[in-house]
Antibody, heavy 118, light 107 residues
């Protein structure tokens, strides 16, 4: 079955960096676009990044553009999110998820918590 | 960016009730809309895509309708496992945006 497992979350100081990983199994990873979506404690969902299946097209909202970079390794079936210049408002659970054609977010991991605090 | 507005923000209902949640887009998005269910402490789950298409494995008591700027999610007969928070999301253009959520609570 489809499985997405995020890792790499933790506590980081403002201005610091963190790299999240998402290991995929149970499906042909290279066929699918992928998303990162986050959820601040007690808040709603916020889309963070998208990468096309072969990695040539990427997109971000203004809130993270220039600070976050999405990438993927189709040989290792792994998705990444490099987060730099972190701010307290980046504190959230970060989910990786598959794209269902048409920018629908279909399968989700269990999430990893990132806390930005001094 | 396209803004998504859900109403109500919360609703109290009983098992067996019919519940309808609405979602409005700040500009027309044709039928490029999804609905998600999120139970406490769990990841969201895709219920409906393309405004009215039921995701595989989702019970038929869930249905979606609408186009343009106005959309609805209806649960025809609320079950105990349906008490959760529901989000709409526009898939018309990047950046993808979600509604603020509707919490369905037990009456």
């Amino acid at each position: 079955q489809v499985q997405l497992v995020e890792s790499g979350g933790g506590v980081v100081q403002p201005g610091g960096s963190l790299r999240l990983s998402c290991g995929a199994s149970g499906f042909t990873f290279a066929y699918y676009g992928m998303h990162w979506v986050r959820q601040a404690p007690g808040k709603g969902l916020e889309w963070v990044a998208f990468i096309q299946n072969i990695g040539l097209f990427k997109h971000y909202p203004d809130s993270v553009k220039g600070r976050f970079t999405i990438s993927r390794d189709n040989f290792r079936n792994t998705l990444y999110l490099q987060m730099n210049s972190l701010r307290p408002e980046d504190t959230a659970v970060y989910y990786c998820a598959t794209d269902q054609q048409g920018y629908y977010v279909s399968r989700w991991g269990q999430g990893t918590l990132v806390t930005v605090s001094s | 960016d396209i803004q998504m507005t859900q109403s109500p923000s919360s609703v109290s209902a009983s098992v067996g009730d019919r519940v309808t949640i609405t979602c409005r887009a700040s500009q027309g998005i044709t039928t490029s809309l999804a609905w998600y269910q999120q139970r406490p402490g769990k990841a969201p789950k895709l219920l409906i895509y393309a405004a009215s298409s039921l995701q595989s494995g989702v019970p038929s008591r869930f249905s979606g309708s609408g186009s343009g700027t106005y959309f609805t999610l209806t649960i025809s007969s609320l079950q105990p496992e349906d008490f959760a928070t529901y989000y709409c999301q526009q898939a018309n253009s990047l950046p993808l945006t979600f509604g603020g959520g509707t919490k369905v609570e037990i009456k």
